[in-house]
Structure formats: structure tokens, C-alpha cells
């Protein structure tokens, strides 16, 4: 059974810092580009950032340029997102997701499978 599952969120105060993991179990990540996306309550889920199968291309959206890292390990089958400098507007679910595809995109449309998501929640 193929299955992404994503851990490491919880509740931090603004202007901390997080690190997400995406583990995959029953495939191997190495071939899959992997995004992360994020929904907030009451809004769409939106892309954050991805990375290609061999870790040359990384994309971030705008809102999170400069805060958040990814990167991926492929020994450990898992992909990390690295978050700093969160703010309450960063809180949400967060998804990690896997596309056959080498380039990686923000494009929900893109990936074929999906975590259950991580809840990370930035507040005083």
C-alpha cells in the first residue's frame, strides 16, 4: 500500500520554527517529485513548495520565499520542509504529495498521491 505520511507540526509561537517530515512508505521517493501544500480553514489549499526527483529544481510560492527550506533525503525515503520565522498566517494543514513527473510543480493537478496532512498552528 502506497502511503505518504507527514509529521512534525504542532503549535509554536510566532516567529519560531518548525521542521515537517513526509515519509513515504510502500514506493521509494526517488523517482517522484514532491510537493508541500498548505489549507487553511475556510481557504483553498495552496502550493508552498516542491522539489524534482533530483533535487536541482526547488520552487517556493512567494509568501514563503526566504522562510521555508525544502529538501529531500532519498536514503531515508523522506522529505523534509524546514519552517522559520512563522506567523500566525501560516497556520494550517499541511500536505506533502507525490508526482510521477522528474520537475516538480506548485499545481495541486500535478501529484497523484497525497499525505493525510500535519496541523501546524503559529500563535501566542
Known amino acids: 500500500q502506497l502511503r505518504l505520511v507527514e509529521s512534525g507540526g504542532g503549535l509554536v509561537q510566532p516567529g519560531g520554527s518548525l521542521r515537517l517530515s513526509c515519509a513515504a512508505s510502500g514506493f521509494t521517493l526517488d523517482k517522484y517529485a514532491i510537493g508541500w501544500f498548505r489549507q487553511a480553514p475556510g481557504k483553498e489549499r495552496e502550493g508552498v513548495s516542491c522539489v524534482s526527483t533530483d533535487s536541482g529544481d526547488r520552487v517556493y510560492a512567494d509568501s514563503v520565499k526566504g522562510q521555508f527550506t525544502i529538501s529531500r533525503d532519498d536514503a531515508q525515503n523522506t522529505v523534509f520542509l524546514e519552517m522559520s520565522s512563522l506567523k500566525p498566517e501560516d497556520t494550517a494543514v499541511y500536505y506533502c504529495?507525490?508526482?510521477?513527473?522528474?520537475?516538480?510543480?506548485?499545481?495541486?493537478?500535478?501529484?497523484?498521491?497525497w499525505g493525510q496532512g500535519t496541523q501546524v498552528t503559529v500563535s501566542s
Open positions: 504529495a507525490a508526482g510521477r513527473g522528474w520537475e516538480c510543480s506548485l499545481n495541486i493537478e500535478y501529484y497523484d498521491y
